[in-house]
Every structure is written in C-alpha cells, then in structure tokens.
C-alpha cells in the first residue's frame, strides 16, 4: 500500500519529492489538482504519462462514491452517506444559513462513547477516519452540492478527541491556504468532554471554536447519559474548559439537547446557568432528535420556553437551534444506522 498523498501538506509533498528525486514544481502541480478534487492520477493531465504511472506505484488515492444523497423538502439541508475504500460508510450534512454554508462532518466510523440518546454509537466503534477521509466529506459535499463551504462543525458520527491526530491533521490541511483555505474561526470541534486532551488542543493554538457536548449540569444526570462523565464528573470538565478558555482565550459553547423529563427541570436549568456563567460559555440549546432505538423524547415546547427564561434572567448566552432537515435524519448517525438496519434485514 502506498501513501496517502490526500491527507499530505503541501511541505510534506514536496519534501517527498525531492527524496523521490522528481522536480520540486511537480509537487506544487500535484497539489494543485489535489485541491481541485481530483482524486486519480491519470486526471493530472499535465503530468507526462511515466509521472503518472511513478505516483500511482507510490501513493494511494480514492475518491469517496455517494452511497445516498437525501435533500429536505424543508430547507434544503443535504445528507450525504459515502462510501469509504474499505466499505464503511459515514454521513455528512450540508446547511445552509444566510451566513453561509455549514458542512458537519463524521470523524470516525460509529463512536465508542456510548451516549444514551445517540445513533452513532450503538454499533460501537469500527475505525477512525483519516485525514483525508474527514477532508474529503468536505472537499466532495462542496463539488457535489455546488454549494460552497465556509463553515465546518465537528458534529457527526464519532469523538473527535478520540481521533485526536488525524484531526489536527485534517484541520491544518482543510486550513491550508493551497488547499481548502477555511479559517480556524470557522470551524467548531464537538466533544463529549475528553478533558485529558484539552491542553494538547490548547496547545495546538488553532483559534477553533470548542463546543463541550454538556447536555446536563450535574453528576447523577450527566453520568447516567455520557458514560463519558463517570470517572471524570461535571466538576473536572467545568474546570477544563475555564483552563482551556484562560490559554486560548476562545469562548466555549456548551451543546445541551433537551430531554423530556431528564434533563429539563428547573433544577438543570439554574445549574447549567451557573456552570455557564462559570466559564463565560455560551449555551446552544437544541431539542433532542428522537431516535427510534433510544427511548428518550424532546422536550415539550412548554418547558423549553420556563428552561429558556431561567437562563436569560441568569444572564446566560444562549441560542435555540434550529431544527434543520428533520425530513431527511439529519442527525447524528441516523442515516447510517437506517442503513444498517436494512443491511440486516437483507441478511437476516
Ligand atoms: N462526539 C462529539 C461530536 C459528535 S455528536 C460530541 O459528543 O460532542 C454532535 C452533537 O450531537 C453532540 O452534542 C451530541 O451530544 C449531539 N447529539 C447526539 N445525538 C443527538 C440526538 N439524538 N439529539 C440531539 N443531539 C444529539
């Protein structure tokens, strides 16, 4: 097997080039069509034929096949589910707001977290993805939907904390001014709170925005949810993001999907104000998706609204998100855990 030349910097290439003894402006060729989207050799058509056969012996490259492709009647947000070159499949969403196209992209394949509300994590974890797999679910949503992105959130299938390199690396080339050129700023990493990683995530000082998956304030809630939180505790998470907010001076969000009777009372609601007020977080409310193997629902309207006003007489920074492509399972795993399920139905 070769290299991966897709999840290559262009220093990386041409350093390769130079140890391959090909010319160093071939690289920069190279890199050219790469950032186009070309994912075969024998399309680089200004490369002489013998060059084309040397970098097909030397470097592997793939282009993702799409699987399905749902667009909602309501609102135009697209689900892509693509085809891996092993088979696996992961989803990709496309919305668009009047700021401008947000793309979330999957960052493994399935998730070993095992949230309780959540479809990605039920088969558990198969692999994760590389860097050029999470960058093509971007580079290939733009050349399919011809909508260009200007946004990305780290909010599909898996954790990206988990997948910590191939992240970093995914994130500097989709950053790359040759490549996809999409500002740090414009990009969020979602996590279900990996608080081991949050200086080595500080440390990389990619002005991102963190958003911590907190959808309860307190231990007894949080831990029965996200089996992430036992043996770490809200106290610990609250503390890290403060530390990660003091070094990158980046404000955190905090993601909080509500859930009908567990996570919705009065009580969740002053403590998730103070946790917020505690780290100057801004909070992101959104109402659970149900999902058809969990047994949660989203909360009623009433009690989102009483939820909503305990935080704003807190003086708490929040924002109700839209529910976009609700005809088409635009969330988390949805879509490939649809196909899943039909795959055994096939296979019995
Ligand atoms: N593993 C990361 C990122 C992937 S999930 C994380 O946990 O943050 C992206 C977001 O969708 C997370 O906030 C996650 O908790 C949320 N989510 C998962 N299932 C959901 C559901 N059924 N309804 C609403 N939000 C959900």
């Known amino acids: 097997m070769g290299k991966d030349i897709?999840?290559?910097?262009?220093?990386?290439?041409?350093?390769?080039?130079?140890?391959?003894?090909?010319?160093?402006?071939?690289?920069?060729?190279?890199?050219?069509?790469?950032?186009?989207?070309?994912?075969d050799f024998d399309g680089m058509t200004n490369l002489s034929k013998e060059l084309r056969e040397k970098l097909k012996s030397e470097y592997d490259i793939y282009r993702?096949?799409?699987?399905?492709?749902?667009?909602?009647?309501?609102?135009?947000?697209?689900?892509?589910?693509?085809?891996?070159?092993?088979?696996?499949?992961?989803?990709?969403?496309?919305?668009?707001y009047k700021h401008g196209n947000t793309v979330c992209v999957s960052s493994q394949v399935g998730c070993r977290q095992g949230c309780a509300?959540?479809?990605?994590?039920?088969?558990?974890?198969?692999?994760?993805?590389?860097?050029s797999e999470i960058l093509d679910e971007v580079m290939f949503s733009q050349i399919d939907s011809g909508k260009r992105i200007s946004n990305i959130v780290l909010m599909?299938?898996?954790e990206?904390?988990?997948n910590f390199d191939n992240v970093m690396k995914f994130l500097r080339l989709v950053n790359c001014e040759k490549g996809m050129n999409i500002g740090m700023r414009h990009i969020s990493l979602s996590t279900c709170g990996i608080t081991e990683r949050f200086d080595d995530l500080a440390a990389?000082?990619?002005?991102?925005?963190?958003?911590?998956?907190?959808?309860?304030?307190?231990?007894?809630?949080?831990?029965?949810?996200?089996?992430?939180?036992?043996?770490?505790?809200?106290?610990?998470?609250i503390d890290c993001c403060k530390k990660y907010y003091e070094k990158t001076g980046r404000r955190i969000s905090f993601e909080y999907a509500m859930i009908d009777g567990v996570n919705d009372t009065e009580m969740h609601a002053r403590l998730l104000a103070k946790r917020a007020l505690a780290v100057?977080?801004?909070?992101?409310?959104?109402?659970?998706?149900?999902?058809?193997?969990?047994?949660?629902?989203?909360?009623?309207?009433?009690?989102?609204?009483?939820?909503?006003?305990?935080?704003?007489?807190a003086g708490v920074n929040?924002?109700?998100?839209?529910?976009?492509?609700?005809?088409?399972?635009?969330?988390?795993?949805?879509?490939?855990?649809?196909?899943?399920?039909?795959?055994?139905?096939?296979?019995?």
């Open 6 to 39: 897709v999840s290559m910097l262009p220093d990386e290439l041409t350093e390769d080039f130079i140890r391959l003894g090909l010319p160093k402006f071939r690289a920069a060729q190279v890199y050219d069509w790469l950032g186009k989207g070309i994912r």
């Open 64 to 96: 993702p096949k799409v699987l399905s492709k749902q667009v909602s009647k309501l609102d135009g947000t697209i689900k892509y589910l693509w085809e891996l070159k092993d088979g696996n499949a992961v989803e990709t969403v496309v919305m668009s």
């Open 117 to 131: 509300f959540c479809a990605s994590t039920i088969g558990g974890l198969v692999r994760c993805l590389e860097p």
């Open 156 to 158: 599909g299938i898996g």
């Open 160 to 162: 990206p904390l988990d």
């Open 204 to 237: 990389q000082d990619m002005p991102l925005t963190l958003s911590v998956s907190l959808h309860a304030p307190d231990d007894e809630t949080r831990s029965k949810l996200m089996p992430a939180n036992r043996g770490r505790g809200v106290e610990q998470l």
């Open 280 to 313: 100057g977080a801004h909070v992101n409310l959104i109402p659970l998706n149900h999902v058809e193997e969990r047994k949660f629902q989203p909360s009623t309207a009433g009690h989102m609204k009483a939820f909503i006003k305990i935080l704003e007489d």
């Open 318 to 348: 929040i924002t109700v998100r839209r529910k976009l492509g609700s005809d088409v399972d635009a969330s988390c795993g949805q879509l490939r855990r649809k196909m899943q399920n039909k795959e055994k139905q096939i296979n019995g």
